[in-house]
């Protein structure tokens, strides 16, 4: 445990006393004429945890709740109770300090069960805010290309292909084995690029390739779906 550490853990311990917890209280904003004066806050389980932007933030030393933006006719019990219902400390039936050894380290092992579940709690919104913000990272690296392999708009998939000679002329790589199959204008380079993979597989002339179109023995046609989407992307009369 660092130096820091056991002082903030001292300090911690020293909130069970409603003594200590008053002292916390050396800027507060609100006179003795409101509800809320230290003294009614120390007694309700609050200490000071005051920050330049929020002088009047203060915490429970049992349940850890954090409250700020009080008003002058705020009573701290009550706001305790409907910002925290469940506190152990609203559950107190005497005094801290005539409680004996044994209800002491109860209320203990209770109030470091609340101070674990705070800091998971903290450290997961910090984690899901990086998580946030390396997606949106990540999507600056990322482009959808449209396909001149698709007959329709499939904004999810993304094929291969690379112009050859003029604007028009694309050369078809096909996605299931990745071999050259032909080049053709781009108007029709789809239909024939799934027409002789699926006429080449058919004949059993394209043994090597393991992802090929399934048949439907009910339907006498040959279905062509894309890889990445499943995207069906035409239909061939079996011969």
Known sequence: MSTQQYIQ????LMMHLEAERLKSFENWPF?????????????????????????DAVQCFMCFKELDGWEPEDDPWQEHKNHSPSCPFLQLTQPLESM?????????M??????????????????????????????NFTEIVPSPMHSSDSEKCEMES??????????????????????????????????????????????????VP????????????CPNCWQILGRFNRL
């Open 110 to 139: 209770t109030r470091n069960k609340n101070k674990s579940k705070k800091i998971l709690d903290k450290t997961l919104n910090e984690f899901m805010d990086t998580v946030s913000g390396v997606r949106d990272e990540m999507k």
């Open 31 to 55: 006179d003795e004429s409101c509800r809320c004066t230290p003294a009614k806050l120390a007694k309700a389980g609050f200490y000071s945890c005051a920050t330049e932007n929020e002088p």
């Open 162 to 211: 690379t112009p050859v000679f003029g604007d028009e002329a694309f050369c078809m790589i096909c996605p299931f084995c990745r071999h050259e199959i032909i080049t053709a204008i781009s108007y029709n380079a789809g239909t024939l690029c799934w027409f002789l993979c699926g006429l080449m597989i058919f004949l059993g002339l394209w043994l090597g390739c393991c992802l």
């Open 9 to 12: 853990t001292k300090k911690e």
């Open 100 to 108: 004996t050894c044994e209800q002491v380290l109860k209320l203990e």
């Open 214 to 225: 399934f048949y439907v023995n009910a339907v006498k046609d040959c279905v062509h779906s």
